[in-house]
């Protein structure tokens, strides 16, 4: 877990992607034709159901937390790929002892990804769709798993020393 008391520095989320639809030359390339993180708030961070499908930041303009990824020309297949956290995706990031934004766990993170069409409420107008498919932790094996790599410092308190003794300033 990341101390309470940690600034954050950097972040990325990291993706296995297996596959686009722009390989398939099936996505519109209209500039909307991208994938970025948004903060998820589900009841639960281990278990997901059907009606967690809207819980992925607000149904329309959600707050973006990364740099995005275009579906035509940045997607590297099959490999991780990563998603660099901005400064809002940095303070999504939840430290020890702070409540999660999703259920009542503290210290979890809560990510989820949706295409830019959506993200920006616009109609999809080319042939297929705009996707990604990507390897998840509820897949067998480890080898593809979704990870955070988190990047902090923790600022020492000032310490004074008067007469011989100690004070802890925070």
């Known amino acids: 877990s990341i101390p309470s008391n940690a600034s954050m520095v950097s972040a990325s989320l990291n993706m296995y992607v297996t596959a686009t639809s722009s390989i ?67 303070s999504w990031i939840a430290k020890s002892g702070v409540t999660s934004n999703c259920g009542t766990t503290t210290g979890v993170t809560c990510l989820g990804l949706r295409e830019g069409h959506d993200i920006i409420n616009s109609a999809y107008t080319g042939t297929g769709n705009n996707s990604i498919i990507v390897s998840t932790s509820e897949e067998a094996g480890t080898s593809q798993d979704p990870y955070l790599t988190v990047t902090y410092t923790i600022v020492a308190p000032n310490v004074i020393s008067i007469n011989g003794g100690t004070i802890k300033v925070d």
């Not at 059907?50 to 099959?78: E, K, Q, W």
Request: charged share 10%; no cysteine; net charge negative.
């Open 24 to 90: 398939n030359g099936l996505t519109d390339n209209d500039g909307d034709d991208y994938i970025n993180v948004i903060q998820t708030s589900q009841p639960n961070s281990t278990t997901f159901t059907t009606a967690d499908y809207d819980l992925v930041g607000a149904v329309s303009n959600p707050t973006t937390g990364a740099t995005a990824i275009d579906l035509m020309a940045d997607f590297i297949v099959p490999a991780y790929n990563t998603f660099t956290l901005n400064a809002t995706g940095l």
